[in-house]
């Protein structure tokens, strides 16, 4: 059974950086897939952030993509999210996700994270 | 304003077939996969049709998909008050050096 878990800080300053960790069991993220993000402003739709292959290799939303890190690391089985300059429009609800080319087969449980001073 | 289009509400009674369309364009659902995602109240996305029409197993085949084009449908018949909830579609844009793009959501209400 696939399980993801975010983890991170719930409130981060404007201007400051979002960071997230997801952690995977029950699959070990070397043996394949892509791993994304994507988040849910409150009452509003889904919106992709990006994703990462095993081997580092990552797309990104191109909207985000200037702000947009995402790492992996394979010893630990969990994958990052690094997200620069937040401003009060990046407050949402984050998901991770196993994927493959827009099939989000697994999710994680959602992490909200506020941005506010 | 979302890259694939869908209603954002939809309505039907119990037994009803009620359909929700999503329309996007050449550069992701005229050339890839759609898959459709339900969100119940306050939980995770959950992956309702992948690859245009296949049900994961344990999805009812109440819940159908299908693509015509550059249009992806979802239909659900035997409406029945559980599947009220958030329903989108994705798929994957070759454009802009590719990337996942979602509709904007369809709010499902079962009267």
């Known amino acids: 059974q696939v399980q993801l878990q975010e983890s991170g800080p719930g409130l981060v300053k404007p201007s400051a950086t979002l960071s997230l960790t997801c952690s995977v069991s029950?699959?070990?993220?070397?043996?394949?897939?892509?791993w994304g993000w994507i988040r849910q402003p409150p009452g509003k739709g889904l919106e992709w952030i990006g994703n990462?292959?095993?081997?580092?290799?990552?797309y990104y939303n191109p909207s985000l993509k200037s702000r947009v890190t995402i790492s992996v690391d394979t010893s630990k089985n969990q994958f990052s999210l690094n997200l620069s300059s937040v401003t009060a429009a990046d407050t949402a609800v984050y998901y991770c996700?196993?994927?493959?080319?827009?099939?989000?087969?697994?999710w994680g449980q959602g992490t909200l994270v506020t941005v506010s001073s | 304003q979302s890259v694939l289009i869908q209603p954002p509400s939809a309505s039907g009674t119990p037994g009803q077939r009620v359909t929700i369309s999503c329309s996007g364009s050449?550069?992701?659902?005229?050339?890839?996969?759609v898959y459709w995602y339900q969100q119940l109240p306050g939980t995770a996305p959950k992956l309702l049709i992948y690859?245009?029409?296949q049900r994961p197993s344990g999805v009812p085949d109440r819940f159908s998909g299908s693509k015509s084009g550059t249009s992806a449908s979802l239909a659900i018949s035997g409406l029945r008050s559980e599947d009220e909830a958030d329903y989108y579609c994705?798929?994957?844009?070759?454009?802009?050096?590719?990337?996942?793009?979602f509709g904007g959501g369809t709010k499902l209400t079962v009267l």
């Open positions: 996700a196993r994927e493959e080319w827009s099939n989000l087969e697994y």
């Open positions: 029950g699959y070990s993220i070397s043996s394949g897939y892509f």
């Open positions: 690859r245009d029409h």
């Open positions: 050449s550069s992701n659902i005229g050339s890839n996969y």
């Open positions: 990462i292959y095993h081997s580092g290799n990552t």
């Open positions: 994705a798929a994957w844009d070759d454009s802009l050096s590719g990337h996942v793009v």
